[in-house]
């Protein structure tokens, strides 16, 4: 599957770099202004028995348009591209779909590289997800990103650019994942279920997710939603947050 996606990057690169001064009889087109792929990931050779393939520095991508360029590691672009939801690789040799991918990619860059791309909360073993998933069933984050989510769905900061790649809008707006459909007032109206939260490492912030999980549990008490949070915050002894 990998390998049929890695094509379907060489054909796209191909068509994009050269769409500049291409003619059509006595007329001459006009490059086309869209985000493009610029370069793409390498196929390896893992008959060596080296798969530590994510850790070469040269292997990534590059996304660029009107001169703006963002450089993605391989193992972020396929993790995005699977998360993408309108377009999977079934469909990779469609065109306009391949180019609404490039661009939603491109803004989504361009949103959280404005922004320093850095965060402030501390990354979790892969182990706790795993752990979350089999043990409680866990259905997703309440403070991740595109870039760093384990589920497939989670809350994050900005919605209208990671929409599309599976985020649900911000926890502390969206009632409807953890409670249920506002109109459903018995259990069947969805909502419930438990969530990991590991948030920005400040103490506001943690004053104010706690009020909101309170919040969201008591709606889900009074419509009797089983809900449970999983909370991991820094050891501050010292904080009125940590008690």
């Given amino acids: 599957?990998?390998?049929?996606?890695?094509?379907?990057?060489?054909?796209?690169?191909?068509?994009?770099?050269?769409?500049?001064?291409?003619?059509?009889?006595?007329?001459?087109?006009?490059?086309?202004?869209?985000?493009?792929?610029v370069q793409f990931p390498q196929r390896r050779d893992l008959s060596n028995g080296n798969h530590d393939d994510d850790?070469?520095?040269?292997?990534?991508?590059?996304?660029?348009?009107?001169?703006l360029m963002h450089r993605l590691r391989?193992?972020?672009?396929?993790?995005?591209?699977?998360?993408?939801?309108?377009?999977?690789?079934?469909?990779?040799?469609?065109d306009s779909e391949r180019?609404?991918?490039?661009?939603?990619?491109?803004?989504?860059?361009?949103?959280?590289?404005?922004?320093?791309?850095?965060?402030?909360?501390?990354?979790?073993?892969?182990g706790v997800f795993r752990l979350l998933a089999k043990k409680l069933r866990c259905r997703g984050e309440c403070f991740a990103s595109p870039f760093n989510a384990h589920f497939r769905r989670f809350c994050s900061a900005f919605w209208d650019t990671d929409e599309v790649f599976g985020s649900v809008g911000?926890?502390?707006?969206?009632?409807?994942?953890?409670?249920?459909?506002?109109?459903?007032?018995?259990?069947?109206?969805?909502?419930?279920g438990v969530f990991q939260a590991n948030p920005p490492f400040t103490p506001h912030f943690i004053r104010v997710m706690t009020d909101r999980m309170e919040e969201l549990l008591e709606k889900?008490?009074?419509?009797?939603k089983p809900l449970l949070f999983v909370v991991f915050v820094p050891k501050w002894d010292e904080t009125e947050e940590y008690g």
């Fill in 1 to 37: 599957a990998e390998a049929h996606f890695c094509d379907a990057l060489v054909k796209l690169s191909a068509r994009e770099q050269f769409t500049a001064g291409v003619t059509s009889g006595k007329k001459k087109t006009t490059k086309r202004q869209y985000p493009k792929l």
């Fill in 55 to 67: 850790n070469d520095d040269d292997d990534y991508v590059s996304l660029s348009y009107w001169g």
């Fill in 74 to 94: 391989r193992g972020h672009f396929i993790k995005l591209q699977s998360l993408y939801r309108p377009t999977n690789i079934a469909t990779a040799d469609d």
């Fill in 99 to 126: 180019r609404a991918l490039i661009s939603k990619l491109h803004t989504l860059l361009t949103r959280y590289d404005t922004l320093q791309g850095t965060g402030l909360q501390s990354s979790l073993p892969i």
């Fill in 170 to 192: 911000s926890f502390f707006t969206n009632d409807e994942w953890f409670v249920g459909s506002a109109q459903e007032e018995d259990d069947d109206g969805g909502g419930g």
């Fill in 220 to 224: 889900a008490a009074r419509k009797r």
